[in-house]
């Protein structure tokens, strides 16, 4: 079945260090994007893209880098720069970038503070 | 620009009906509509375009007002399945990044 996987499921960062978020998809959808949501909060873009090698910066992408090497790979890097990166966070694609197109999420992940 | 759902949060029966809004200050060329479940990834429920025609899945229906500044989401009937937060979802006017709106928590009660 197609599908987003996300990886891990929860994780666990120590000061200062920076952490990698895993998102693959097999929809051969070509828009990815990653959202924060904060307990009892919506969810609020960080970056997406929609092409392989192009990316923008959503409402909050400081202290987040991404990367689109590849059509089915979108990795979320929290860096130590993002000072408060207790969120869940949740990968999402789309065929295309236009509003017609719904937007299928993976299962998301929790990241906590050390 | 982020739009405004209402209510924040509504608690029904099961079978009783609910609305809930999504508003926005300027006109909404689509709109999608996502449920979400507690400790879950939202699941999209349908799409309501431009020009206005009223979708609709399961016994949920959603449509556009008049100025298209507000889309409105029909939960006929309701079940306890309903029961989850429900977000709208559209693009933030002038850009091509895709906005989500506030949220509203719905509860169905047996």
């Known amino acids: 079945d197609g599908g987003i996987t996300q990886s891990p499921k929860y994780l666990f960062r120590k000061e200062g260090q920076n952490v990698t978020l895993s998102c693959e998809q097999n929809l051969n959808h070509d828009a990815m994007y990653w959202y924060r949501q904060d307990p009892g909060q919506g969810l609020r873009l960080i970056y997406y893209s929609q092409i392989v090698n192009d990316f923008q910066k959503g409402d909050i992408a400081e202290g987040y880098s991404v990367s689109r090497e590849k059509k089915e790979s979108f990795p979320l890097t929290v860096t130590s720069a993002q000072k408060n990166p207790t969120a869940f966070y949740l990968c999402?694609?789309?065929?295309?970038?236009?509003?017609?197109?719904?937007?299928?999420f993976g299962d998301g992940t929790r990241l906590s503070i050390l | 620009q982020q739009p405004v759902q209402s209510p924040q949060a509504v608690i029904l029966r099961e079978g009783e009906d609910a609305v809930i809004n999504c508003s926005s200050s300027k006109a909404l060329y689509s709109v999608h509509w996502y449920r979400q479940k507690h400790g879950e990834a939202p699941v999209f429920l349908m799409i309501?375009?431009?020009?206005?025609e009223q979708m609709r899945h399961e016994k949920i229906s959603a449509s556009f007002n008049e100025k298209k500044q507000q889309s409105s989401l029909y939960l006929t009937a309701s079940q306890l399945s309903y029961s989850g937060t429900y977000f709208c979802?559209?693009?933030?006017?002038?850009?091509?990044?895709?906005?989500f709106g506030t949220g509203t928590r719905l509860k169905v009660l047996a």
């Open positions: 979802g559209t693009e933030s006017s002038g850009t091509y990044k895709y906005i």
């Open positions: 999402a694609s789309s065929i295309g970038q236009g509003w017609d197109q719904p937007q299928h």
């Open positions: 309501l375009l431009k020009g206005g």
